[in-house]
C-alpha cells in the first residue's frame, strides 16, 4: 500500500547542515548566540566552500586568541595558518574593515568632543591590535567634526618618527580648525613617555603659532587608553 503522505524535505547532512544550523541560529538568536570559533566559521563559510572551517576557526583562535584578534592579525601571520589561504585571510580583512567603517560612521558626522566614548571606540577599533607603532591625526572642522582621519607615519615596536610641522602643514591643506593626536603603544601599556610628551608640546607650539587647537592627543593601548589633557601634560 502506498502512502499519500507528501514526501518530507531531506535534511541536509554533514557540513551543508552543520552551516545550515548555525545560520539559522544566527538568525534567530543574533550573533550573541555563537561563540568566537562559531562565529570565525560563518565569515569562512562563504570563501572557503569546500574546506574544514571549524578546524581553521580553531586555530586562529589558537594563534590569535579571539574573534577580534583574528580578524585583525597581521596578513603575513594569517598566511600561516594552514588552510585558509588568500580567500580566507581577505574574507577576514573585509570584516575587519566593516567594522572600522561602522565604528567611524559613528562619529563623522558629530562634534568629537562630545562623543569621546564612541571616538575612544573606534580608536581601539583601529589600534589596540597594531603590532608597530602608528601615529595618526584627526584634523577637525571649527564645529570639531571630523574632516579626516590619516595615518602620518608608521615605526617600530617602540618608536615612530613624526614631524610636528608637517602635521601643521596637513592642517592647513585640509582647512583644519584643530586637531587631536592618535598614537599606539604595541606593548600594551598606554603610558605617555619622555618623548610622547614633549613631542605633544612641540606640535602644539607649531600648532598654536597659526591659530589651530591641538585639542588632545591619546595614547592606545590593549584595551586601555590615556588622554595627555586628561593627564594635564597638554
Known amino acids: 500500500m502506498f502512502s499519500s503522505a507528501a514526501p518530507q ?3 541536509p547532512a554533514g557540513a551543508e547542515g552543520h552551516r545550515a544550523r548555525m545560520r539559522a541560529r544566527l538568525l534567530a538568536a543574533g550573533a550573541e548566540s555563537l561563540a568566537d570559533h562559531e562565529l570565525l566559521e560563518m565569515v569562512l563559510f562563504t570563501a572557503l566552500p569546500r574546506r574544514d572551517t571549524k578546524a581553521i576557526a580553531k586555530a586562529l583562535l589558537a594563534r590569535f586568541g579571539s574573534f577580534a584578534g583574528a580578524i585583525a592579525g597581521p596578513l603575513a601571520d594569517l598566511r600561516t595558518i594552514e588552510g585558509l589561504g588568500e580567500a580566507g585571510a581577505a574574507a577576514l580583512k573585509t570584516v575587519q ?3 572600522l567603517r561602522l565604528a567611524r560612521s559613528e562619529i563623522r558626522d558629530r562634534p568629537l568632543l562630545d562623543n569621546w566614548a564612541r571616538l575612544m ?3 581601539n577599533a583601529a589600534l589596540a591590535r597594531e603590532r608597530v607603532e602608528q601615529f595618526r591625526v584627526l584634523f577637525l572642522d571649527s564645529r ?3 574632516l579626516a582621519d590619516e595615518v602620518q607615519a608608521r615605526g617600530t615596536v617602540n618608536h615612530t ?10 592642517a592647513l591643506e585640509l582647512h583644519a580648525a584643530a586637531i587631536i593626536l592618535v598614537h599606539n603603544h604595541p606593548s600594551g601599556d598606554p603610558t605617555p613617555s619622555r618623548e610622547d610628551i614633549a613631542m605633544t608640546a612641540e606640535t602644539r607650539k607649531a600648532a598654536e603659532a597659526l591659530a589651530i587647537v591641538l585639542h588632545d592627543h591619546v595614547i592606545i593601548g590593549n584595551g586601555r ?3 595627555l589633557r586628561e593627564r594635564k601634560l597638554l
Open 144 to 146: 570639531n567634526h571630523l
Open 9 to 11: 524535505p531531506r535534511k
Open 121 to 123: 571606540d573606534y580608536l
Open 161 to 170: 618618527p613624526v614631524y610636528p610641522r608637517e602635521v601643521v602643514k596637513r
Open 97 to 99: 574593515a566593516a567594522a
Open 225 to 227: 587608553w590615556v588622554s
